[in-house]
C-alpha cells in the first residue's frame, strides 16, 4: 500500500501524457501563427538512452516550451540517424541483423522519449534508412552532381578505427570518437565534395550572426571549412625542383615581408618537398604526431603553434631569396591551399612562430603617421594597413592600394 506523502509519479504522468496525446497539444499548427523550429540533433539508435542525451533533448524542450508560452506554434520533430556504420556495427557485435536491431532501438528509443514527455510531434518521425526518406537525399545529391557542385578527390578525413568509418570535426572530442573513444586518426580516401566555396563570401558573412552565441571554436572550424574566397594566389617555387607552392593571402602587400613558409602535414606535396632532405625523419614523425589531433585541437587560438624544418626551401617571385619551408600543425590542407606564407612582423601568428624558432622579422607596413617599428623592439606584429617600405617598387604606396598592386604585378609576371 502506498503511504498518502508518496507522489504516484507513474499515475500522474501516465495521465498526462494520455491528455496530451489525446488533445494533439504538441502536433503542429496549420497554418502556423508565428512559426518557430526547434530541431536537437537525431541519435543513432545503436544502443541505450543515457544521461548524455537528456542533455541534449531535455534542453531543446525547454526551448519548444517557452516558445509555446511566448505564443509561436512550435515544429519540434524527432528522428533517428539510423544510416551507417555504427547501427551495422553494434548489431554485428550482437550478432543480430542490423535492420532487425535497428528497429528494435528506434521502438525503445521512441518509448523512452515518450515518457520523458518530450513535447515531440510524433507525426513528423523520421528516420535516415527509411526509403521515402533517401530519396530526397539522393534527389538532392543528384541535383548537386548535375550542377557541377559535387566532385571525387583524395583528402584526409577524421577515420575512427574501430568504428571503421568517417567523423565529423565535431564528433572527434580530445582526440577521440565521440562514441567508442577511440584514439581517432587522419587516413587518406578517396570522397565526394560539395563545393563550398562557391557560396563561401555568404556563408562566412552569414557566420557573423553567430557571433556571441557558438562558441569561438566552433565558428573558428566553420570558418576554416568554408575557406575565403578574396584575396589572392601567390606561387613561390620549390627550390631545384620546380614544384610550384601555391599559397593564398588576402594581403598581398605585405609579401615582402615573408620569412619563411609553412605547410601543413597532410599536404600532398610535403613527399615531395622533403625526398633527399636530411631533416626528412623528423619530418615524417612530426606528421605522424600532428595527424593524431582533430582540427578542433590544432586550430585552437591559445594552443601554442609547434614545427619542423623540412630542410628545403622555396624561392621568393620577386626577389629570389631563399624561403626556408617549414611544417606546422596549425596549417589545414584543406583551408586555402595549404600552405601558409610567414610574414612574422604583420601577423601574429607568425610573429610567436618566428620569435619561439628564431626566425627572421622583416618589418615592409609603417604607420601612416608613425616610425618603421624596430623588429628587436617589437611585443607584437604591426597587423595595421600603412605605407609599404622595404618592398622594392612598391616602397611608399599606401598598404591598401599596395594589395591590387602587387597582385597586379605578379598576374603580369605570370
Not at 631563399?322 to 604583420?346: E, F, S
Request: glycine share 8%; hydrophobic share 35%.
Amino acid at each position: 500500500m502506498r503511504s498518502k506523502d508518496e507522489y504516484p509519479a507513474r499515475e500522474i504522468e501516465e495521465k498526462w501524457q494520455k491528455w496530451w496525446n489525446d488533445k494533439g497539444l504538441y502536433l503542429t499548427k496549420h497554418p502556423p501563427r508565428q512559426k518557430y523550429y526547434v530541431l536537437e540533433m537525431f541519435p543513432y539508435p545503436s544502443g541505450d538512452l543515457h544521461m548524455g542525451h537528456l542533455k541534449n533533448y531535455v534542453i531543446g524542450d525547454v526551448v519548444a516550451r517557452v516558445k509555446i508560452m511566448e505564443g509561436y506554434d512550435i515544429l519540434h520533430p524527432m528522428g533517428w540517424d539510423s544510416f551507417g556504420l555504427p547501427a551495422e556495427n553494434a548489431a554485428i557485435k550482437k550478432g543480430v541483423d542490423p535492420k532487425k536491431w535497428t528497429e528494435n532501438n528506434i521502438n525503445t528509443y521512441r518509448n523512452t522519449l515518450k515518457k520523458l514527455g518530450i513535447s515531440y510531434d510524433w507525426t513528423r518521425e523520421i528516420a535516415t534508412s527509411d526509403p521515402d526518406y533517401y530519396r530526397w537525399t539522393q534527389w538532392i545529391f543528384l541535383f548537386l552532381y548535375k550542377k557541377g557542385l559535387a566532385y571525387r578527390k583524395k583528402d584526409y578525413v577524421n577515420w575512427c578505427p574501430n568504428c571503421k568509418t568517417v567523423l565529423a570535426n565535431e564528433q572527434v572530442i580530445d582526440g577521440k570518437c565521440e562514441r567508442c573513444k577511440t584514439p581517432v586518426v587522419k587516413k587518406e580516401l578517396e570522397q565526394w565534395f560539395f563545393k563550398i566555396t562557391d557560396y563561401a563570401e555568404r556563408l562566412l558573412e552569414d557566420l557573423k550572426e553567430l557571433e556571441g552565441k557558438w562558441p569561438p571554436q566552433v565558428l573558428k572550424l566553420q570558418e576554416n571549412w568554408i575557406g575565403r574566397s578574396e584575396g589572392c594566389e601567390i606561387v613561390f617555387e620549390l627550390e631545384g625542383k620546380g614544384i610550384k607552392l601555391p599559397v593564398f593571402t588576402t594581403r598581398a602587400d605585405t609579401l615582402f615581408g615573408v620569412t619563411f613558409m609553412t605547410i601543413a602535414p597532410e599536404h600532398h606535396l610535403l613527399p615531395e618537398i622533403i625526398e633527399g632532405s636530411p631533416h626528412r625523419e623528423e619530418v615524417e614523425e612530426y606528421v605522424r604526431q600532428a595527424l593524431l589531433k582533430s582540427e578542433a585541437e590544432r586550430t585552437k587560438e591559445e594552443r601554442e603553434k609547434t614545427g619542423v624544418f623540412t630542410g628545403k626551401y622555396a624561392i621568393h617571385p620577386f626577389t629570389g631569396e631563399k624561403i626556408p619551408i617549414w611544417v606546422g600543425d596549425y596549417v589545414l590542407a584543406n583551408y586555402g591551399t595549404g600552405i601558409v606564407m610567414g610574414v612574422p612582423a604583420h601577423d601574429q601568428r607568425d610573429f610567436e612562430f618566428a620569435k619561439k624558432y628564431g626566425l627572421p622579422i622583416r618589418v615592409v607596413i609603417k604607420p601612416e603617421d608613425g616610425d618603421e617599428p624596430r623588429p628587436e623592439e617589437m611585443e607584437a606584429a604591426f597587423e595595421d594597413y600603412g605605407v609599404m617600405i622595404n618592398s622594392g617598387e612598391f616602397t611608399g604606396l599606401p598598404s591598401r592600394e599596395g594589395i591590387e598592386r602587387v597582385a597586379s604585378r605578379l598576374r603580369e609576371m605570370g
